[in-house]
């Protein structure tokens, strides 16, 4: 299995941006996926996660700013970033099932 995360860039502060992570394989239907970030110098923190039941959670910092979803017919996942601080700035990785895609790269500017 193989998770590619997309759509990471720079932007402004209050802008959005709207992650994608795509797994390959068909027969891969994890119950938990999430959305983790690792900011410079510092550990990798769960950013929001959704389980198969549709059930989703929020670290506290993007409650309400961010919104996390998924096409699990096409083993895909989203995270809607909305109202962005330069404190979200990081790599965010997506996991599925254990795995971990490679990172995208997110840069609030002030």
């Known amino acids: 299995v193989q998770l590619q995360a997309s759509g990471g860039g720079l932007v402004q502060a209050g802008g959005s941006l709207r992650l994608s992570c795509a797994a390959s394989?068909?027969?891969?239907?994890?119950?938990?996926k999430g959305w983790y970030r690792q900011a410079p110098g510092k550990q990798r923190d769960m950013v929001a996660h959704?389980?198969?039941?549709?059930?989703?959670g929020y670290a506290d910092s993007v409650k309400g700013r961010f919104t996390i979803s998924r096409d699990s017919a096409k083993n895909l996942m989203y995270l809607q970033m909305n109202s962005l601080k330069p404190e979200d700035t990081a790599v965010y990785y997506c996991?599925?099932?254990?795995?971990w895609g490679q990172g995208t790269l997110v840069t609030v500017s002030s």
């Open positions: 996991t599925m099932g254990g795995f």
């Open positions: 394989g068909s027969f891969f239907r994890p119950n938990v």
């Open positions: 959704i389980i198969s039941d549709g059930t989703t």
